[in-house]
């Protein structure tokens, strides 16, 4: 049974950091590109970023709402997918999710191209 669990959301006032740890178990993790979504309240659920499953190599959002405040890494020996956010802003509000992606040649940006998911974590920025 393939598992992924979020950590390491909360409240946090704007201008702090949070590091949110998504540790997978039940699938072969090093086979597995991982992705990064958000939900704010009352909208959609948005691609934050990815990480393919070899060399590391990440994506983010195109918008500039995430590019040079959030990082994403990976531990293959530990089966953890990391998102380093800092300069957090109210406007980060948002259930972040990890989700698991084995198909290679799929748009990492898309959501329905996951094959697992998270139960999400909250993060909630404080002006």
């Known amino acids: 049974q393939v598992q992924l669990v979020e950590s390491g959301g909360g409240l946090v006032q704007a201008g702090a950091s949070l590091r949110l740890s998504c540790a997978a178990s039940?699938?072969?993790?090093?086979?597995?590109?991982m992705g990064w979504f958000r939900q704010p309240p009352g909208k959609e659920r948005e691609f934050v970023g990815s990480?393919?499953?070899?060399?590391?190599?990440?994506?983010?959002a195109d918008s500039d709402s995430v590019k040079g405040r959030f990082t994403i890494s990976r531990d293959n020996a530990k089966s953890t997918v990391y998102l380093q956010m800092n300069s957090l802003k109210p406007e980060d509000t948002a259930v972040y999710y990890c989700?698991?992606?084995?198909?290679?040649?799929?748009?990492?940006?898309?959501?329905?191209?996951?094959?697992?998911w998270g139960q999400g974590t909250q993060v909630t920025v404080s002006s």
């Open positions: 990480i393919d499953r070899s060399v590391g190599n990440t994506r983010y």
């Open positions: 039940g699938l072969t993790f090093s086979l597995y590109a």
């Open positions: 989700a698991a992606k084995r198909t290679i040649m799929t748009d990492a940006t898309v959501f329905q191209n996951y094959d697992f």
